[in-house]
């Protein structure tokens, strides 16, 4: 494409998309950071005894907690109880601060642990810092400020150590439970810990996340769980060499699994590629808002995982600034299950509940308050990435569609440059799938190129690229759906905005904005049509095509309300054929104009119906909607009453 076609056409759309609502320019902020140089590796558990002890004192409360442990590891943890009796430490920070060199163990006794040494507010220089302040209401801190004032944000506070492997002794995750009781930012950050791993133990009730890895080359999550937080269960960001596996999260209002900003590591690969950063692995994510979101969740392999009871299954996104590693890029999901996310907790907001402080909410009780905005009902959303992979997993029970796939504009993340503004939403792939009992298999807004699906049977557009055959490269969403995402975009909980008309937040029928755009259109062509039909049409035809047009229209309304059926197709096809046949019997200027017009609305239809055409960079649904505009002023000229002598001079 020339050089200045593709710069109008980008100024159409960025025209159109600056005006997309602020309110969720940014989400999880952190301090500016680089990727790992990709040198480290995934560490391997060390099973034998135990470095450092942490444990309590009241011996009673120990032994009913182990009381129905099998007589081995009951026996095992009575010995490390009785000797970290003379040797351990009460609180887990204690024992990190004591952690002296690389490949030291931390083992934690059965036990609630609510460290409270790293409870307070800060006080004196801490309470002082010199630091951005985030949209959240929280400081960004350098690395050196962390260390300086551990627990301004953290209840535990893990900076800088090595290959350090903190574990849990008890039966199962809920038998060690590091608690912050909403009173810190985060339970546990992990801050430059290359070769951490985490083992069997629960970290709860946040006002951000309950465990959080940043900035390491190499870590595992085995056998954690985490739930109840503002924002995140387990959140890893800029890492390498990561691994999760067997874990669970739950309650939480953005997402239970977040491996923001995953090492870049295939960016200008293919499908095929050498290794992943991270690996999830038969982890379970439920009842949060998202099962699973990855702003620039790049090179990111999830497999043999169940996501469900949350408003969506899985996100991942290029649709907030300061994540290295933008746009995303190469997540491969497989294997995995996901099912009836359809969580109504937009209702939490709307009735206040989410105002409250967070210890109030009832998280506890399945509050859930979502940090952003979002089409609930979907399976995995997909809001701006390439060469990702969804293969073999099953997809069912969804109100909305087990796929969604949109475009997101590269300033969104705070990049301004021309050739990057639509460089999201391409190469994804969608193979071998079961999906089943989903409102529709596919949402799209249209842009992109060579992105494929198979084993689709309902969908928007309806006709959407198989793979092998050459698809369509759109550099702009269709206009209806883009209207909408600028509409649904608009959310805030801390405001407790919910825009109306937008069907995420509860809209339905006539109060849709989808639908109301609709309506009034085919309100003003069905004026025009009978107008043209009792002042302008001179044949026998004349009736039956009004008919046909207006039967169109009122179809149109009905593909507004049921956008997964054939109902906007066959409306843009009917509405065709009215205008065809009008502009055929008017003749002149205006009625080829209208011939043209109705060959545009078949050209619609077929788009999307029948099979989206190739080599076009906007889809004929702007040029049809431009072209409409301009034939109803003109429609309105034609059809308006003429004064006396202009009749009899037409009739002589």
Not at 322 to 328: A, N, V
Not at 350 to 366: L, M, N, Q, S
Not at 565 to 594: D, E, K, N, Q, Y
């Amino acid at each position: 494409m020339p050089l200045i076609a593709r710069r109008t056409l980008s100024l159409l759309g960025l025209v159109l998309v600056l005006l997309l609502p602020a309110s969720a320019a940014l989400a999880h902020e952190e301090r500016e950071v680089k990727l790992p140089d990709g040198t480290g590796s995934v560490p391997v558990y060390r099973q034998g005894e135990p470095d450092l002890l942490v444990c309590k004192t009241d011996k009673s409360d120990f032994q009913r907690r182990i009381a129905k442990f099998p007589d081995e590891l009951r026996q095992r943890n009575l010995r490390l109880f009785a000797r970290c009796q003379k040797e351990g430490f009460r609180h887990l920070q204690e024992a990190v601060d004591r952690v002296d060199g690389p490949g030291m163990n931390i083992a934690i006794l059965p036990g609630l642990y609510l460290e409270e040494p790293g409870q307070p507010a800060p006080t004196g220089e801490c309470a002082d810092l010199k630091a951005r302040w985030s949209s959240w209401g929280y400081q960004i801190l350098s690395y050196e400020q962390q260390v300086q004032c551990p627990h301004n944000q953290n209840l535990v506070a893990i900076l800088g150590k090595k290959d350090l492997q903190i574990e849990g002794t008890g039966a199962g995750p809920l038998d060690v439970i590091i608690d912050a009781q909403y009173r810190k930012l985060n339970a546990i950050r992990a801050d430059m810990t290359d070769g951490v791993y985490f083992r069997n133990f629960t970290a709860q009730r946040t006002t951000f996340n309950s465990l959080y890895i940043l900035a390491t080359d190499g870590f595992v999550i085995d056998r954690m769980l985490t739930r109840w937080n503002d924002e995140y269960g387990f959140l890893t960001f800029a890492s390498d060499h990561g691994l999760y596996t067997d874990c669970e999260s739950y309650g939480n209002g953005d997402s239970g699994i977040y491996p923001g900003s995953a090492s870049n590591i295939n960016d200008g690969l293919g499908y095929e590629v050498p290794r992943y950063a991270i690996e999830i692995r038969r982890c379970k994510s439920h009842h949060n808002m998202v099962g699973y979101s990855g702003t620039a969740g790049d090179s990111v392999w999830v497999h043999d995982s169940e996501f469900w009871g949350n408003l969506a299954g899985a996100t991942m996104d290029s649709a907030f600034p300061g994540h290295p590693g933008l746009p995303q890029n190469h997540a491969k999901f497989e294997n995995n299950k996901i099912y009836d996310n359809n969580a109504a907790y937009y209702e939490h907001v709307r009735d206040g509940t989410c105002a409250k402080p967070p210890a109030e909410r009832g998280y506890e009780k399945g509050v859930v308050c979502p940090q952003i905005g979002l089409p609930p009902g979907s399976g995995i959303i997909t809001a701006g990435g390439n060469w990702n992979v969804f293969r073999n997993n099953q997809i069912w029970g969804h109100d909305n569609a087990a796929f969604n796939l949109m475009a997101v504009p590269a300033f969104i993340r705070g990049e301004e440059a021309w050739d990057k503004q639509f460089d999201t939403s391409h190469h994804n792939l969608y193979t071998g799938n079961l999906l089943k009992d989903n409102g529709a298999d596919v949402y799209w807004d249209g842009q992109g190129s060579a992105n494929c699906w198979e084993g689709v049977r309902v969908a928007s557009p309806a006709a959407l690229p198989g793979c092998g055959a050459t698809g369509p490269a759109r550099v702009v969403a269709e206009p209806v759906k883009l209207v909408q995402m600028y509409l649904c975009n608009d959310y805030s909980i801390g405001e407790r905005r919910l825009p109306g008309g937008c069907w995420w937040f509860g809209s339905s029928g006539l109060a849709r904005v989808e639908v109301q755009l609709a309506l009034g259109g085919s309100l003003v062509l069905a004026l025009m049509a009978v107008l043209l039909w009792r002042r302008r049409l001179r044949s026998r035809w004349a009736l039956p095509l009004t008919v046909v047009g207006l039967a169109g229209l009122a179809l149109d309304v009905l593909g507004a309300l049921d956008g997964y059926s054939v109902l906007p197709a066959a409306a843009l096809a009917l509405t065709g054929l009215w205008l065809l046949g009008a502009g055929w019997i008017m003749r002149g200027a205006f009625g080829w104009f209208t011939v043209v017009l109705g060959l545009l609305h078949l050209v619609d239809a077929f788009d999307r119906a029948v099979w989206m055409l190739p080599l076009i960079p906007i889809g004929p649904g702007w040029v049809r909607g431009l072209l409409t505009g301009v034939w109803v002023l003109c429609a309105v000229v034609v059809v308006a009453p003429r004064r006396r002598a202009e009749r009899e001079e037409a009739a002589a």
